[in-house]
T-cell receptor, first 109, second 114 residues
Framework: GQNIDQPTEMTATEGAIVQINCTYQ??????LFWYQQHAGEAPTFLSY??LDGLEEKGRFSSFLSRSKGYSYLLLKELQMKDSASYLC??????????WGAGTKLIIKP | IAGITQAPTSQILAAGRRMTLRCTQD?????MYWYRQDLGLGLRLIHY???????GKGEVPDGYSVSRANTDDFPLTLASAVPSQTSVYFC?????????????FGEGSRLTVL
């Protein structure tokens, strides 16, 4: 079966750095996505990786290793507004998105 | 403001009742999707439509139906609601076929079936 694993919850301190990991086992691979979802709101697109390596976008970076079925989202200079759930999703060989359950990130002052 | 509009925002209904969740987008995206989101689970695809006039079944289609008469509208109907359909429902669209993976979501419809 297809599976996306990510930690259920993480806690970090304002101003620090946090890494959220995602491992996947899917039928084929056409890209990995990270979405941010604030409580009670809709998910919003953060990043897309299809080739191995690091993609940087401001305070957020996303890394992919296709051979290991692994990705991480790195958040730097954490702000209180970064408190949210972070969803990892993989586009499989049928171009269907397979979603992880999400990682709830709690930022403490 | 361009985007996706869902209605109602929340609804409580009795088991056995019929319910339609509305979804309208003004971005002229070809593909549209209905997901449900439950605590502890990833988003699960109910139905999708790659273009107006076509629909397809997702991972959890039973008890739900959709139609895509035009590009903008993609309503989701529960013919006879059951308590297990209590969930938050998200409509989404993407500009590309096949799915590019970058989805634009509506604000969600919280449905409680008693």
């Amino acid at each position: 079966g297809q599976n996306i694993d990510q930690p259920t919850e993480m806690t970090a301190t304002e101003g620090a750095i946090v890494q959220i990991n995602c491992t996947y086992q899917t039928s084929g691979f056409n890209g990995l996505f990270w979405y941010q979802q604030h409580a009670g709101e809709a998910p919003t697109f953060l990043s897309y990786n299809v080739l191995d390596g690091l993609e940087e976008k401001g305070r957020f970076s996303s890394f992919l290793s296709r051979s290991k079925g692994y990705s991480y989202l790195l958040l730097k200079e954490l702000q209180m507004k970064d408190s949210a759930s972070y969803l990892c999703a993989v586009l499989d060989s049928n171009y269907q998105l397979i979603w992880g359950a999400g990682t709830k990130l709690i930022i403490k002052p | 403001i361009a985007g996706i509009t869902q209605a109602p925002t929340s609804q409580i209904l009795a088991a056995g009742r019929r319910m339609t969740l509305r979804c309208t987008q003004d971005m002229r995206h070809n593909a549209m999707y209905w997901y449900r989101q439950d605590l502890g689970l990833g988003l699960r695809l109910i139905h999708y439509s790659n273009t107006a006039g076509t629909t397809g079944k997702g991972e959890v289609p039973d008890g739900y139906s959709v139609s895509r008469a035009n590009t903008d509208d993609f309503p989701l109907t529960l013919a006879s609601a059951v308590p297990s359909q209590t969930s938050v429902y998200f409509c989404a669209s993407s500009d590309g076929t096949p799915n590019t993976g970058e989805l634009f979501f509506g604000e969600g419809s919280r449905l409680t079936v008693l």
